[in-house]
């Protein structure tokens, strides 16, 4: 069984965009998620500690997030959850990996404008569709 998860945090590092030789197009970045709480002895919001996780697209959701994302982003994701144990000579912990079914901006944060990515039929090359122009994506 597979568990999903849905977080919002910061995009933590430079989003890493990758294509294997087999064509397979991977985009990773760090996500970091901070819990706020309520401090009712100050009567203020204080920082809780911060989640780190990792997370990567596959496919179509990996371009268009190579293209969207930058280090700094307010972002929201879901998918499926890993839990991984990992030992070094001199260090143990755990890595916690989310592969993305979805991925977007937090606009809670700030706003976003929307470009729907539209596939060429005669190359099948990605496209982004603007108002005034259509180019192919790189």
Do not use: C
């Amino acid at each position: 069984m597979t568990d999903h998860l849905t977080l919002t945090g910061l995009v933590a590092t430079t989003p890493r965009h990758i294509v294997t030789s087999e064509g397979l197009a991977i985009t990773s970045f760090r996500l970091a998620s901070q819990q706020r709480k309520y401090d009712r002895s100050n009567n203020q919001w204080a920082d809780g500690e911060t989640n780190w996780y990792t997370v990567t697209a596959f496919r179509e959701l990996a371009v268009n997030a190579s293209q969207s994302l930058s280090k700094g982003d307010r972002v929201v994701t879901s998918g499926r959850v890993k839990v991984r144990d990992w030992t070094t000579d001199e260090r143990t912990g755990t890595s916690i990996e989310v592969e993305a079914d979805s991925l977007g901006h937090d606009l809670l944060w700030g706003t976003s404008k929307y470009k729907k990515a539209a596939r060429d039929k005669n190359t099948d090359d990605d496209v982004v569709e603007d108002d005034d122009a259509v180019e192919k994506k790189p």
